[in-house]
């Protein structure tokens, strides 16, 4: 095999400049909501996100946590395909954990108006640190 022939071959190996699918989905990521179909019933949404992955502003490094959302819904739900690639646009931010977890709780409510959602993060050690960052918004009437 000839040194062009491999390169040809192995060629879609390479990355390209374009996005990949999923890349573009994340980029353009907002949390998109739903009609609540119990409004006027009090109920709880627990959601898991595990694999929320960001860096640290100062050093570079990935953080990992696993992020869990609490809400009482009020007149809108948060579709969860929407909230998984909102929550991967972290993935490359340089973020310090208490401002990502107060950031998730901010643009959450700005989306979904609920009567209460906390948001906590629990975060990998590095560096024997364990970080658990919980933030809590309640509606006001």
Do not use: W
């Not at 100062?58 to 579709?79: M, Q, R």
């Amino acid at each position: 095999m000839t040194t062009q022939s491999f390169n040809q071959q192995n060629s879609e190996l390479e990355p390209s400049s374009e996005m990949k699918y999923g890349e573009r989905l994340i980029a353009s990521g907002q949390l998109i909501t739903f009609p609540n179909p119990r409004i006027g019933r009090r109920y709880d949404i627990n959601i898991s996100l595990p694999e929320f992955t960001c860096k640290c502003p100062f050093s570079g490094y990935p953080d990992f946590a696993t992020i869990h959302l609490n809400y009482v819904p009020n007149e809108k739900v948060v579709e969860l395909k929407s909230l998984k690639l909102y929550i991967n646009s972290f993935r490359d931010r340089y973020i310090s954990h208490e401002e990502s977890i107060n950031q998730i709780l901010d643009d959450f409510v700005a989306a979904c108006d609920p009567l209460e959602a906390t948001v906590k993060g629990d975060f990998a050690p590095r560096g024997n640190v364990h970080t658990v960052i919980e933030v809590r918004h309640q509606r006001h009437p």
